[in-house]
């Protein structure tokens, strides 16, 4: 069946970085687009798209509050996406997600369809 | 960006109740809207893609209609089973948008 596992999340200063895996398995990762979206703590529970990589990894596009900090990157030889995430603000606290696109065939659709489980980054002195 | 906008925020209903959910884009989106449904400590799921395809598994009691920039997500007979979140989210163009979501509790 379709798993996605992400890791690399934890308690981080202001200012550093952190870089989260996501390791697939049960569907044809090499021709699937894929996001990363977060979701703030408990009290907002907001979903905010993050980042999307095409296929073979020639498209990527990201939230403004992201971008020049954020890099999506994936590596199809392991079945695994990342997100790199520099000079991180305590703004960028929550469960990150990774999720496969719902497109076929390397057509992307920018819906959802199958999710992480989520791994928690807290940016906090 | 395209902001999208559900009501209500929350909602009480009874078992086997019918229950709509609207959600409202900023500007026209077409048919790129979809549906999510999230319980406490989960993942979101992916239950109506493109306004009504309801997605494998997904019980037929959901539906999805609308188009341009009013959508409504219903429940035909509520289930206990079907307490959470839902949130609508559009895939018309980047960034994508998610609505602030609607809390449904069972009465």
């Known amino acids: 069946q379709v798993k996605l596992v992400e890791s690399g999340g934890g308690v981080v200063q202001p200012g550093r970085s952190l870089r989260l895996s996501c390791t697939v398995s049960g569907f044809i990762f090499t021709t699937s687009g894929m996001h990363w979206v977060r979701q703030a703590p408990a009290s907002d529970n907001r979903l905010e798209w993050v980042?999307?990589?095409?296929?073979?990894?020639?498209?990527?596009y990201y939230v403004d509050s992201v971008k020049g900090r954020f890099t999506i990157s994936r590596d199809n030889s392991k079945n695994t996406l990342y997100l790199q995430m520099n000079s991180l603000r305590p703004d960028d606290t929550g469960v990150y997600y990774c999720?496969?696109?719902?497109?076929?065939?390397?057509?992307?659709?920018?819906?959802?369809?199958?999710w992480g489980q989520g791994s928690l980054v807290t940016v906090s002195s | 960006d395209i902001q999208m906008t559900q009501s209500p925020s929350s909602l009480s209903a009874s078992v086997g109740d019918r229950v709509t959910i609207t959600c409202r884009a900023s500007?026209?989106?077409?048919?790129?809207l979809n549906w999510y449904q999230q319980k406490s400590g989960k993942a979101p799921k992916l239950l109506i893609s493109?306004?009504?395809n309801l997605q494998s598994g997904v019980p037929s009691r959901f539906s999805g209609s609308g188009s341009g920039t009013d959508f409504t997500l219903t429940i035909s007979s509520l289930q206990p089973e079907d307490f959470g979140n839902y949130y609508c989210?559009?895939?018309?163009?980047?960034?994508?948008?998610f609505g602030q979501g609607t809390k449904l509790e069972i009465k």
């Open positions: 999720a496969k696109d719902g497109g076929r065939a390397q057509v992307l659709l920018g819906d959802f369809d199958y």
């Open positions: 980042a999307l990589i095409s296929y073979d990894g020639t498209h990527k």
């Open positions: 493109a306004v009504s």
């Open positions: 500007q026209t989106i077409n048919k790129y």
């Open positions: 989210q559009q895939s018309y163009t980047t960034p994508y948008t």
